[in-house]
């Protein structure tokens, strides 16, 4: 997996440098700020996993329900595997949708640069999600089953329930795919379906998440803050400016004469 990241954020940064001068669309691209975005999102995945990694094992008589807040203990009480299959579709939906940016002809032109953008939302909602389920090792709802064995032992994906990595993804995924849209096509009738959709789908994930006794409530709270967050803030940070301030001095007469002008 490690590897798999690694040559992710070359092939990148390979395409970033062909494609940062680039002047259309919304977003403007610069080689510097990539490297550190995509460098950033590998670096902190990658540290996030060694945390993980270095997890040590448990048995599960070392963990206490009481320490679960009473507003996320009806976790405890699901453990459905159909709904766990739901939620991984639900993500899988919400991590194509912005192929559908192809078929528009404006965001088309600039395929190149939304999915430099898409990868570093991946990559960086990854890395962060990785980081806090290491530190927190929160156990997951399933382990409270009166059936499972006190003398179970309990891995670091046992304890990885805060937060939930499948409604930040999709969170990540669907509102990029929302603010995208929504920049490229400012005017369009379709905007209150498009971010109608990026609402919904992480919320329809992270309650298949709780069914399907893997997350708390919180942790998909938590979880869609984030992944939100990460796919709305990365585009709009790479938001051409409209309107460019620029001050003119120059002599006129016996004074300066100073111009202000939008661009």
Do not use: C
Request: hydrophobic fraction near 40%; proline fraction near 6%; glycine fraction near 8%.
């Amino acid at each position: 997996m490690k590897s798999h990241f690694f040559t992710f954020f070359m092939l990148l940064i390979s395409n970033t440098s062909s494609i940062v001068a680039q002047n259309s669309g919304p977003y403007h691209l610069s080689l510097k700020r990539e490297i550190l975005y995509a460098g950033g999102g590998v670096g902190l995945y990658l540290f996030g996993n060694n945390l993980r990694d270095r997890t040590p094992d448990i048995v599960l008589s070392d963990l206490e329900l009481p320490n679960i807040p009473r507003f996320d203990r009806i976790a405890t009480n699901y453990s459905s595997g159909s709904a766990r299959k739901a939620s991984d579709i639900t993500k899988d939906f919400a991590t194509a949708l912005p192929l559908t940016l192809l078929i528009g002809r404006n965001s088309r032109k600039d395929a190149g640069k939304i999915a430099i953008l898409f990868g570093e939302v991946l990559l960086i909602n990854q890395g962060l999600t990785e980081i806090v389920k290491a530190s927190a090792l929160r156990p997951r709802p399933y382990v409270f089953a009166e059936d499972l064995p006190s003398t179970t032992v309990l891995s670091g994906n046992d304890r990885a329930a805060f937060l939930s990595g499948h409604t930040s993804g999709t969170a990540a995924a669907s509102f990029f795919f929302a603010k995208t849209f929504s920049d490229y096509y400012p005017d369009s009738r379709l905007k209150p379906y498009v971010w109608g959709t990026a609402i919904a789908l992480p919320v329809l994930t992270g309650y298949f998440r709780v069914r399907a006794g893997q997350h708390y409530p919180s942790d998909v709270v938590a979880g869609y803050a984030l992944g939100a967050a990460v796919g709305y803030l990365v585009p709009a940070l790479h938001k051409r400016p409209t309107n460019k301030r620029r001050f003119t001095l120059s002599p006129g007469g016996e004074g300066i004469y100073m111009s202000y002008t939008f661009k």
